[in-house]
Nanobody, 122 residues
Framework: QVQLVESGGGSVQSGGSLRLSCVAS??????VGWFRQAPGGAREGVVL???????IYADSVKGRFTISQDNTKNTLYLQMNSLKPEDTAMYYC??????????????????WGQGTQVTVSS
């Protein structure tokens, strides 16, 4: 069983920064990622990280967001810079243990955190 707990969300002005954290407990993950969901919208991938350390970013966040992890603390981070109002959403970390998974979209991840809210004002 994998448990994920996010933190670090909050309210910032446009151009500001936030760092989200996700502490994981349980078995080693095949892949991990950050997703977000705006009110009335579908959950979308922000950045996915596979076990080879290869990260795939959504075009909308490239150059502004950075994923990293500290394996000694079982923690996944999302550094978000130059935030925009359109980044406002609930942010979720996710993990998958199945080595056969594509780790490509929402349906490929079995474990989810409870989410942390990010609100960016103009």
């Amino acid at each position: 069983q994998v448990q994920l707990v996010e933190s670090g969300g909050g309210s910032v002005q446009s151009g500001g920064s936030l760092r989200l954290s996700c502490v994981a407990s349980g078995a080693t993950d095949v892949c991990v990622g950050w997703f977000r969901q705006a009110p009335g919208g579908a959950r979308e991938g922000v950045v996915l990280l596979n076990t080879y350390g290869y990260a795939i970013y959504a075009d909308s966040v490239k150059g502004r967001f950075t994923i990293s992890q500290d394996n000694t603390k079982n923690t996944l981070y999302l550094q978000m810079n130059s935030l925009k109002p359109e980044d406002t959403a609930m942010y979720y970390c996710a993990a998958e243990r199945n080595p056969a998974s594509r780790c490509a979209d929402v349906l490929d991840f079995a474990y989810w955190g409870q989410g942390t809210q990010v609100t960016v004002s103009s």
